[in-house]
């Protein structure tokens, strides 16, 4: 897995003297969470391939949590693994993270949005993500595109394992994904944070 390169990193660097048994333990647990949401990988919602890389963070919370550190310590480490891993590593790489905003309104982009549309509508596995996609311009700012998650897998995961309050520093980086994008986020709020959905909304920067 690509992304557990940016976990040891951090455990590393906060943890010098500890990091290699800090490391092990964490594949320890990341190896009983991902069976957990083995079903991402050949779920028929493409949300749901998400879990994976989201089974991570529930393992290094869980690391963590038992090590005694606090939810301050522990988001810092998560926004830190976070940004260092969906940060651009060159400009082709920024360059392509803001095609997909540029294309909604294309006919290639009305064609994805619909595959998506028809996609997440139903839930893949009762773990899973629920979305409904708004495609209503004067539900969207004008942009065309925006989605309300009625189930989030995320929050399933980490509610499994008394972690529902981590779940929200994830909702946190999607300001800083979308603006990559070239997008501004506009959400009222999380299922996370207690709402029955998520709305994700965007206005191009």
């Not at 998400?50 to 550190?69: I, P, Q, S």
């Not at 929050?155 to 946190?172: D, V």
Request: net charge positive; with cysteine; aromatic share 10%.
């Amino acid at each position: 897995m690509a992304f557990l390169k940016f976990f040891h990193r951090s455990i590393r660097k906060h943890y010098p003297a500890q990091a290699e048994i800090l490391i092990e333990q964490l594949k320890i647990h990341y190896s009983v969470l991902k069976q957990e949401v083995a079903f991402s990988k050949s779920s028929t919602n493409p949300v749901d391939r998400r879990l994976d890389f989201t089974a991570c963070f529930l393992a290094l919370v869980l690391l963590l949590e038992n090590k005694g550190e606090s939810f301050i310590q522990i988001r810092e480490i998560c926004l830190e693994i976070t940004k260092e891993y969906i940060r651009p590593k060159n400009k082709l790489q920024a360059w392509m993270k803001r095609q997909p905003a540029r294309i909604i309104d294309t006919l290639p982009g009305r064609v994805i949005i619909r595959f998506m549309q028809k996609k997440t509508q139903a839930l893949g596995h009762p773990d899973g993500f629920l979305v409904k996609v708004i495609t209503d311009p004067a539900e969207t700012f004008g942009l065309g595109y925006g989605i309300d998650i009625l189930e989030c897998g995320i929050c399933k995961q980490f509610q499994k394992h008394g972690m529902q309050r981590y779940a929200t520093i994830l909702c946190e980086v999607d300001e800083l994904t979308s603006s990559l994008a070239g997008l501004e986020i506009i959400r009222s709020n999380t299922i996370a944070n207690g709402a029955k959905k998520c709305d994700f909304r965007w206005k191009r920067l």
